[in-house]
C-alpha cells in the first residue's frame, strides 16, 4: 500500500517539475519578460499565456464562402465570379446562368 502512495506521490511531483520546466521556457523565449508584463500572473496561474507570447500574431480567419447560383457549391470569394450581382464558382457557370435566364451575354463575361 506504501508503494502505491509512493507512486502516486512521485507522479504529481515530475507533472509540477515539468509544468515549471514549461512555464520557465515560456518566460526565457519571450525575452524574460513575460512576468513583469502582467505582474506574475502566469507564474503560478498556468493560464498559458506563454504559447501567447511566442505566437504574437493573432490567428487567420477563414476565407468567406459564396454560394454559386447556378449549381450551389460554395467556393471562395477569392475564386468567385460576380455578374450582375450574383455569385457564381466559375466563368463557365455565369455563362450558363445568363443563357438560361436570358441575360445578356456580355454580362457573363
Not at 518566460?27 to 498556468?46: E, K, L, M, V
Not at 504574437?56 to 475564386?79: F, N, T, W, Y
Amino acid at each position: 500500500m506504501r508503494q502505491i502512495f509512493l507512486l502516486i506521490l512521485l507522479f504529481i511531483v515530475g507533472q509540477w517539475l515539468v509544468k515549471a520546466l514549461r512555464r520557465a521556457d515560456a518566460r526565457t523565449g519571450a525575452g524574460g519578460h513575460a512576468a513583469s508584463r502582467n505582474g506574475g500572473a502566469d507564474a503560478g496561474a498556468g493560464t498559458g499565456n506563454g504559447a501567447n507570447a511566442r505566437n504574437p500574431q493573432p490567428p487567420q480567419l477563414a476565407e468567406p464562402m459564396i454560394r454559386c447560383a447556378e449549381c450551389g457549391v460554395h467556393a471562395p470569394k477569392s475564386d468567385s465570379v460576380i455578374v450582375a450581382g450574383e455569385a457564381f464558382c466559375s466563368a463557365d457557370h455565369a455563362h450558363r446562368h445568363a443563357v438560361r435566364t436570358g441575360t445578356n451575354r456580355r454580362d457573363a463575361r
